[in-house]
């Protein structure tokens, strides 16, 4: 199991975990894929979990794009987790850096995601830092507007959702650093561990 550097509980129950690991290997009901919009896994994150999932998932996910046509910021995809952990992929769409509207495009893409898993009955969902890699995202400002999307879903009263864990899972030290700094600022009495 990948250690929680920084958690949080929100008044609804829901808790935020800040961890250091590898997405592909997260224990939770589904994680999110920071996608393309024609969800084409053939780089970073997205590569990463066709590999470690199988080519089912990027099979499944040409038959999504042929049936709703390309992946918007604020609509994700959802297909199977083929040999994951997660038992599904929550396929979201970031903004590249400098294409215009990048934090708002941003937070749809994190929004949609809560929402979906949500929607869904998946009770805890693993996040990456979208947009922050082959996008060119900086990751300090990528930090802010994540964060602060889900503190905006968690503001949803408790029946509302059944989601109770998000795990904004995090591979590199660089990328990780700055999240902390942003979780630590947010929440200043956020504890670590299990």
Do not use: C, Y
């Not at 089912?56 to 297909?79: C, K, L």
């Not at 749809?108 to 949500?118: I, K, Y």
Request: a negative charge; glycine letters at 10%; charged letters at 15%.
């Amino acid at each position: 199991m990948s250690p929680i550097v920084a958690r949080t509980q929100f008044e609804n129950g829901l808790t935020l975990a800040l961890v250091h690991g590898d997405l592909t290997k997260a224990q939770v009901s589904a994680i999110v894929n920071a996608a393309n919009e024609r969800l084409s896994h053939g780089a970073g994150l997205a590569a990463a979990i066709v590999r470690a999932g199988g080519p089912d998932i990027q099979t499944q996910s040409d038959r999504w794009v042929e049936e709703h046509g390309p992946v918007s910021h604020d609509r994700p995809a959802i297909t199977g987790g083929g040999q994951l952990p997660a038992k599904w992929v929550i396929h979201a769409v970031g903004p590249r850096w400098g294409v215009g509207d990048e934090d708002a495009k941003l937070a749809a893409a994190v929004g949609g995601s809560l929402e979906l898993a949500a929607a869904r009955g998946f009770d805890s969902l693993g996040l990456p830092p979208i947009s922050t890699g082959i996008f060119g995202f900086p990751v300090e400002r990528a930090a802010d507007v994540i964060l602060d999307s889900i503190a905006t879903f968690a503001q949803q009263p408790a029946k509302a959702s059944p989601l109770r864990m998000v795990q904004l899972t995090i591979l590199d030290q660089a990328t990780l650093d700055p999240f902390l700094t942003a979780f630590k600022a947010r929440w200043p009495q956020a504890g670590a561990g299990p």
